[in-house]
């Protein structure tokens, strides 16, 4: 493919050469308020989908003002100017995050140019559909906002890469590897979000089995069915009485057969290779049902974050205390979500183990909650530029 | 009593007979994989394996693991074959020492006989000579060409490396060969592609050839051939009605499924079929698409005997088959369909 074929989805038409490099908004922009307040009305009518409708809240007029409130309080002492030109490449399949991606570097006064690839599904069609409904209405926003849809073109990666002041890529070790060869522009800067693992943490002598509870463990693994980076996968357990555990698995697994969710056929394959797969590897045992699997480990260090496949599946580990999970957590270590802990006894084992991984700790249920702060970096302020004066 | 059972006409066996060898000696298999390949008594130990009662029992190993893990349960091995790898960059390795590879033969030998008679025909191979000429180690193509090289004599390779017909030698064989039956055999997608469309217009008579072929429809899916088109063309251009598609798998080599005068695939004596749900994994009864597991009396030396393929199907019938075949008689759909992915899961990359 030739650049000058490159397909803009959002503006159409437009060609690689018309991209706007030098005109940039301020931060939170009036407009850029507007719009996305918009947006957000929009997609949450999208009742029939799930993730937009996540999206929708998320964007939603409180969440950008709040955004907006500690934005201009951490930097009430500087200016903050827009980084310029960031060039984001979407994960194939979580529809929405680019939308995370561009709305942050939108709000700092980026112009932002998108990568998104050529799987589609209604989903993703839906919400470009509503994007560019919505951003026609905002004249200033025209050329601020440019989604590219391509393949595995270098050269088109090459030319975006080569006119960013930023580069952001999300998802997948091999994705960060094959597009971190290409040269950006020695002045800009690069994100990127490696393939990570993450971890619930329970207390189940403090935790009462409900409902409640069990919806918010199912939000932060089955969402994504289990393949989101902040997605638990291993859940963890202080010392516990083994008939409580017992109790927790049953009541999990009933509360999944009743939500019912949906696997498609070469999923339930997939699945059952990996648990065999991991069987081969180390010492396990694997209790399976058409909902869930459970592995379970007799030490943190026999999970293997590669075999495993999402889908309902969890490690199960009895560790003695949380400093036990954080001195073994690695740089693949992103969300731990608790429950039944102290917000104390948390800060202080954070503050004495120093643990190389974990960049978020959330309450259970709050795992899928996109923030500005992701992987232990503050995208607003990597998006933009602070400046100093100092007269 | 294992080895006799190769010795009978292989589709004579009805359910409860058939059973009872199959849970017995597939238990004994078990246990001495269990014993002697140290991958497959990890696998059995975390998944809490009981001795099989039933046959839906026995714990199935996925296909995908011949390709990540190299397992066997013997030391002698005298032979390696591959999977051709045309669908996925890995390829299968199965490990057969010479008491597998034996039996192997044997079980071919038995359910081709039913079929073609005891008397070698003359054979055309719709391949090229140089498939087969790696001597140590063997594609599934290479292992299906010599396999079934044994029921045929004058053996006539009939593609050039390029895939051309070599007319002039075909021409010549028909001809020497015109009074008598013929076996031709090839891979599905070969047959089509570099035989049915290079003699079509020839306007040969092949009305005295037996087809055999095997390896899949997913290529030819694509453009919309389906078995029964498949049959009817070959059928309309040069008389050639008898046809016999088979299904079976590297992992099982021996353990082949073959298409009788109804179009139904038989499982023989020694081999069996269960369909599952594929998300349970729960068994399905007849007439219920799912995914196939194969049960097979052969895989000694590596542990092979029960596995879960990665192919749809269904069973449509058993003991009861109007070509007077006894045993579970199915059907192949196609593969499962891959899956799309989900999460935060790489956008590039190879």
Same mark, same amino acid.
């Given at each position: 493919?030739?650049?000058?074929?490159?397909?803009?989805?959002?503006?159409?038409?437009?060609?690689?050469?018309?991209?706007?490099?030098?005109?940039?908004?301020?931060?939170?922009?009036?407009?850029?308020?507007?719009?996305?307040?918009?947006?957000?009305?929009?997609?949450?009518?999208?009742?029939?989908?799930?993730?937009?409708?996540?999206?929708?809240?998320?964007?939603?007029?409180?969440?950008?003002?709040?955004?907006?409130?500690?934005?201009?309080?951490?930097?009430?002492?500087?200016?903050?100017?827009?980084?310029?030109?960031?060039?984001?490449?979407?994960?194939?399949?979580?529809?929405?995050?680019?939308?995370?991606?561009?709305?942050?570097?939108?709000?700092?006064?980026? /112009?932002?140019?998108?990568?998104?690839?050529?799987?589609?599904?209604?989903?993703?069609?839906?919400?470009?559909?509503?994007?560019?409904?919505?951003?026609?209405?905002?004249?200033?926003?025209?050329?601020?906002?440019?989604?590219?849809?391509?393949?595995?073109?270098?050269?088109?990666?090459?030319?975006?890469?080569?006119?960013?002041?930023?580069?952001?890529?999300?998802?997948?070790?091999?994705? /960060?590897?094959?597009?971190?060869?290409?040269?950006?522009?020695?002045? *800009?800067?690069?994100?990127?979000?490696?393939?990570?693992?993450?971890? *619930?943490?329970?207390?189940?002598?403090?935790?009462?089995?409900?409902?409640?509870?069990?919806?918010?463990?199912?939000?932060?693994?089955?969402?994504?069915?289990?393949?989101?980076?902040?997605?638990?996968?291993?859940?963890?357990?202080?010392?516990?009485?083994?008939?409580?555990?017992?109790?927790?698995?049953?009541?999990?697994?009933?509360?999944?057969?009743?939500?019912?969710?949906?696997?498609?056929?070469?999923?339930?394959?997939?699945?059952?290779?990996? *648990?065999?797969?991991?069987?081969?590897?180390?010492?396990?045992?694997?209790?399976?049902?058409?909902?869930?699997?459970?592995?379970?480990?007799?030490?943190?260090?026999?999970?293997?974050?590669?075999?495993?496949?999402?889908?309902?599946?969890?490690?199960?580990?009895?560790?003695?205390?949380?400093?036990?999970?954080?001195?073994?957590?690695?740089?693949?270590?992103?969300?731990?979500?608790?429950?039944?802990?102290?917000?104390?006894?948390?800060?202080?084992?954070?503050?004495?183990?120093?643990?190389?991984?974990?960049?978020?700790?959330?309450?259970?249920?709050? *795992?899928?909650?996109?923030?500005?702060?992701?992987?232990?970096?503050?995208?607003?302020?990597?998006?933009?530029?602070?400046?100093? /004066?100092?007269? | 009593?294992?080895?006799?059972?190769?010795?009978?006409?292989?589709?004579?066996?009805?359910?409860?007979?058939?059973?009872?060898?199959?849970?017995?000696?597939?238990?004994?298999?078990?246990?001495?994989?269990?014993?002697?390949?140290?991958?497959?008594?990890?696998?059995?130990?975390?998944?809490?394996?009981?001795?099989?009662?039933?046959?839906?029992?026995?714990?199935?190993?996925?296909?995908?693991?011949?390709?990540?893990?190299?397992?066997?349960?013997?030391?002698?091995?005298?032979?390696?074959?591959?999977?051709?790898?045309?669908?996925?960059?890995?390829?299968?390795?199965?490990? +057969?020492?010479?008491?597998?590879?034996? #039996? $192997?033969?044997?079980?071919?030998?038995?359910?081709? $006989?039913?079929?073609?008679?005891?008397?070698? +025909?003359?054979?055309?191979?719709?391949?090229?000579?140089?498939?087969?000429?790696?001597?140590?180690?063997?594609?599934?193509?290479?292992?299906?060409? +010599?396999?079934?090289?044994?029921?045929?004599?004058?053996?006539?390779?009939?593609?050039?490396?390029?895939?051309?017909?070599?007319?002039?030698?075909?021409?010549?064989?028909?001809?020497?060969?015109?009074?008598?039956?013929? +076996?031709?055999?090839?891979?599905?997608?070969?047959?089509?592609?570099?035989?049915?469309? $290079?003699?079509?217009?020839?306007? #040969?008579?092949?009305?005295?050839?037996?087809?055999?072929?095997?390896?899949?429809?997913?290529?030819?899916?694509?453009?919309?051939?389906?078995?029964?088109?498949?049959?009817? #063309?070959?059928?309309?251009?040069?008389?050639?009605?008898?046809?016999?598609?088979?299904?079976?798998?590297?992992?099982?080599?021996?353990?082949?499924?073959?298409?009788?005068?109804?179009?139904?695939?038989?499982?023989?004596?020694?081999?069996?079929?269960?369909?599952?749900?594929?998300?349970?994994?729960?068994?399905?009864?007849?007439?219920?698409?799912?995914?196939?597991?194969?049960?097979?009396?052969?895989?000694?030396?590596?542990?092979?005997?029960?596995?879960?393929?990665?192919?749809?199907?269904?069973?449509?019938?058993?003991?009861?088959?109007?070509?007077?075949?006894?045993?579970?008689?199915?059907?192949?759909?196609?593969?499962?369909?891959?899956?799309? $992915?989900?999460?935060?899961?790489?956008?590039?990359?190879?």
């Amino acid at each position: 493919m030739i650049l000058s074929e490159i397909e803009f989805v959002i503006p159409k038409g437009v060609k690689f050469n018309e991209i706007n490099t030098d005109e940039f908004l301020n931060p939170f922009d009036d407009e850029v308020l507007e719009f996305l307040d918009l947006l957000s009305k929009e997609l949450l009518k999208l009742k029939e989908f799930n993730e937009l409708v996540a999206l929708g809240f998320w964007l939603r007029k409180s969440n950008i003002e709040k955004m907006k409130k500690n934005f201009f309080k951490k930097y009430e002492n500087s200016i903050v100017l827009p980084r310029g030109v960031a060039f984001h490449i979407a994960p194939s399949n979580v529809d929405t995050i680019f939308v995370y991606s561009f709305v942050l570097s939108m709000l700092v006064g980026n /112009v932002n140019i998108l990568r998104i690839g050529q799987k589609t599904n209604e989903q993703i069609l839906t919400l470009i559909k509503k994007i560019e409904e919505v951003l026609i209405k905002y004249p200033k926003l025209k050329n601020k906002l440019y989604i590219a849809r391509y393949g595995y073109e270098e050269e088109i990666n090459r030319f975006f890469s080569s006119i960013c002041d930023v580069r952001i890529i999300w998802g997948g070790d091999e994705t /960060v590897n094959t597009i971190r060869k290409i040269p950006l522009k020695p002045t *800009a800067l690069e994100l990127t979000f490696a393939d990570k693992f993450s971890f *619930a943490l329970l207390d189940l002598n403090n935790i009462e089995l409900n409902e409640q509870f069990f919806e918010k463990l199912y939000r932060d693994s089955y969402t994504f069915m289990q393949q989101a980076c902040s997605s638990v996968r291993a859940i963890c357990f202080l010392p516990v009485d083994i008939n409580k555990k017992k109790e927790f698995w049953q009541k999990f697994e009933k509360f999944i057969e009743k939500k019912n969710p949906i696997f498609e056929d070469k999923e339930g394959i997939t699945r059952f290779n990996a *648990a065999v797969s991991m069987a081969i590897e180390e010492k396990i045992k694997v209790y399976r049902s058409k909902y869930l699997y459970v592995i379970k480990v007799d030490s943190l260090d026999k999970i293997d974050r590669v075999k495993h496949p999402g889908l309902g599946v969890f490690y199960d580990i009895d560790i003695d205390s949380i400093e036990e999970l954080l001195k073994f957590s690695t740089k693949k270590e992103q969300t731990l979500s608790l429950v039944g802990i102290k917000k104390e006894g948390l800060l202080k084992a954070i503050k004495n183990v120093k643990p190389k991984g974990f960049d978020r700790y959330v309450r259970v249920g709050d *795992a899928m909650n996109f923030s500005e702060v992701w992987d232990g970096f503050d995208l607003f302020s990597s998006l933009s530029r602070i400046i100093d /004066v100092d007269i | 009593m294992v080895n006799d059972v190769y010795d009978l006409n292989p589709y004579t066996l009805e359910r409860k007979q058939k059973e009872a060898l199959l849970i017995n000696e597939l238990n004994k298999l078990t246990e001495f994989h269990y014993k002697n390949c140290n991958e497959y008594k990890n696998i059995l130990d975390a998944f809490g394996y009981k001795k099989a009662e039933k046959l839906e029992d026995f714990f199935p190993i996925p296909v995908l693991l011949f390709k990540e893990y190299e397992l066997k349960s013997s030391q002698n091995i005298v032979k390696t074959l591959t999977s051709s790898g045309t669908t996925s960059s890995k390829v299968s390795k199965i490990f +057969l020492d010479k008491e597998t590879a034996i #039996l $192997q033969t044997k079980a071919l030998i038995k359910i081709m $006989q039913d079929f073609l008679g005891k008397k070698r +025909l003359p054979m055309l191979i719709v391949d090229t000579k140089s498939t087969v000429s790696n001597r140590y180690k063997f594609s599934a193509r290479a292992a299906g060409i +010599l396999g079934l090289s044994n029921f045929g004599r004058k053996h006539t390779y009939i593609l050039d490396d390029d895939m051309r017909l070599k007319k002039e030698l075909l021409l010549e064989f028909l001809n020497t060969y015109k009074d008598e039956k013929i +076996l031709i055999f090839g891979f599905t997608f070969m047959v089509w592609e570099y035989f049915y469309k $290079q003699i079509k217009d020839l306007n #040969l008579d092949l009305s005295n050839a037996i087809l055999f072929h095997s390896g899949g429809w997913k290529k030819l899916e694509n453009i919309k051939v389906s078995n029964e088109v498949f049959k009817s #063309l070959f059928a309309k251009c040069c008389g050639l009605k008898n046809i016999h598609n088979f299904y079976g798998m590297v992992e099982q080599v021996g353990s082949i499924f073959v298409e009788c005068e109804e179009g139904h695939l038989h499982t023989p004596n020694f081999a069996d079929i269960i369909i599952r749900e594929p998300i349970s994994l729960k068994p399905l009864a007849k007439g219920e698409e799912g995914v196939i597991e194969l049960l097979s009396l052969i895989p000694k030396s590596y542990p092979g005997h029960v596995i879960l393929t990665e192919d749809v199907g269904v069973i449509l019938g058993e003991d009861d088959c109007r070509c007077g075949r006894k045993g579970k008689y199915f059907k192949v759909s196609g593969r499962l369909k891959k899956a799309e $992915q989900r999460g935060c899961s790489d956008t590039f990359g190879n």
